[in-house]
């Protein structure tokens, strides 16, 4: 009886056993088919931008000169109201078809970068300073894209944070989209909850052992559940169709995790603000 007990106990966790490798081997699994799915998006995106930029400038060119010409044309002709309007409409068209193609031409400037993300060398950087720099950086630039923007910048750098080497490029990238994001959710926001609200940026950093932690938080309106677990997905956006490609936080992802061996989260919720981790090991030999 004692025997047939202890051959049950030992069955029982053989089969626990099992049934944790099972679940580590499909976690495997998934892992590497997203993998294979980013790498494979990588490849198109190259060969799609390349593709895609010579015709493209050619339409960027023509439309421009277009333009051009239009005005040169109104002022040749003048005084004939009929000719006038007609030329307003025909400007309004050229300026649509400018816009359509810079944008386009921003889109397959983010595919090239997507797929030529994590390249460079990597050098000693003092952490605090570069993350400052980008800090005031992104800050300047949302002032310039919406001139009422305020916010409170609260600056928690730890003293022992130190220098550790980094690609400074592609590092500087993912501060600059992640801390321009923080912004643009605080100008939106502003503009909906009143006098009381006051927008808050808090940059910290954190030096633990061997690991260094970038900390971006806001008090947004914060990322819906269901939104959070795609945020990192390339092309998904929650921005409006033309106000955003949906690649600036896949690539900062790609440069965080595979360029620095590093991990990239983000802790959210509606009316809570965000917060935006980026944990890096502290490299001690250059390339």
Same mark, same amino acid.
């Given at each position: ?191 909906? =909850? #009143? &006098?009381?609200? !006051? @927008? ?5 950093? $954190?030096?633990? %052992?061997?690991? +260094? ?14 939104? =959070? #677990? &795609?945020?990192? !997905? @390339? ?5 409006? $169709?033309?106000? %955003?490609?949906? +690649? ?40």
């Amino acid at each position: 009886m004692v025997q047939s007990e202890l051959t049950r106990d030992v069955f029982d966790r053989q089969r626990a056993q099992i049934e944790s490798l099972k679940t580590e081997l499909e976690q495997a699994r998934r892992q590497l088919i997203q993998v294979e799915r980013m790498s494979s998006l990588g490849e198109m995106a190259a060969g799609m931008a390349h593709e895609i930029r010579n015709p493209l400038n050619f339409v960027n060119n023509f439309a421009v000169l277009s333009e051009e010409l239009l005005f040169e044309l109104e002022d040749a002709i003048g005084g004939n109201e009929d000719v006038t309007e007609l030329m307003q409409d025909l400007k309004r068209n050229a300026s649509v078809i400018v816009e359509h193609a810079r944008r386009a031409d921003y889109i397959v400037a983010a595919l090239m970068q997507h797929a030529g993300s994590g390249t460079g060398r990597h050098e000693p950087t003092e952490v605090n300073d570069f993350v400052d720099e980008f800090l005031r950086i992104a800050f300047r630039s949302r002032q310039l894209l919406s001139e009422n923007f305020y916010c409170d910048i609260h600056r928690q750098y730890d003293d022992h944070a130190g220098e550790m080497l980094l690609n400074r490029h592609e590092m500087g990238r993912v501060l600059l989209n992640v801390i321009g994001n923080a912004f643009e959710a605080l100008d939106e926001a502003g503009s909906s =909850r #009143g &006098r009381d609200y !006051e @927008p808050a940026v808090t940059v910290s950093t $954190r030096r633990d %052992g061997e690991e +260094l932690e970038i900390r971006i938080s806001d008090n947004g309106p914060g990322i819906p559940e269901e939104i =959070r #677990g &795609r945020i990192f !997905e @390339p092309f998904f956006s929650t921005k409006e $169709r033309d106000a %955003g490609t949906g +690649l600036g936080l896949s690539v900062s992802h790609d440069i965080v995790t595979g360029g620095h061996q590093g991990t990239m989260s983000v802790e959210s919720g509606v009316g809570e603000g965000t917060n935006v981790i980026i944990r890096l090991p502290v490299r001690q030999k250059p390339d």
